[in-house]
């Protein structure tokens, strides 16, 4: 399964950034969304479709980020909104199909204080 994630960028603590991830396959049915790594920290859950299309976030992503897909697209988007510093990391697509997992090459979001 190939990820192509794009959106990241720079943004101003408070503002808004959106991530859209085109997997190479369906995602329907799989686990699929996003995680992030912050410099010297481990990988973290953001936000992640269960197999029953529940979504599963992050204490972090809670409140203020939105994941979406349209499956049609074989595309999940991550809107995230109330940004802090503290956001900032590379942002990873994920893509488990039951087997193994998969990741995009990540996208850096960069949020100013």
């Known amino acids: 399964v190939q990820l192509q994630a794009s959106g990241g960028g720079l943004v101003q603590a408070g503002g808004s950034l959106g991530l859209s991830c085109v997997a190479s396959?369906?995602?329907?049915?799989?686990?699929v969304g996003w995680y992030r790594q912050a410099p010297e920290k481990q990988r973290e859950l953001v936000a992640v479709?269960?197999?029953?299309?529940?979504?599963r976030y992050g204490d972090s992503a809670k409140g203020r980020f939105t994941l979406g897909r349209d499956n049609g697209k074989k595309t999940v988007y991550l809107q995230m909104r109330s940004l802090e510093s503290e956001d900032t990391a590379v942002y990873y697509c994920?893509?488990?199909?039951?087997?193994?997992?998969?990741w995009g090459q990540g996208t850096l979001v960069t949020v100013s204080s």
């Open positions: 994920y893509y488990n199909d039951g087997l193994n997992d998969y």
């Open positions: 396959k369906t995602t329907w049915n799989v686990k």
């Open positions: 479709f269960r197999e029953d299309g529940s979504v």
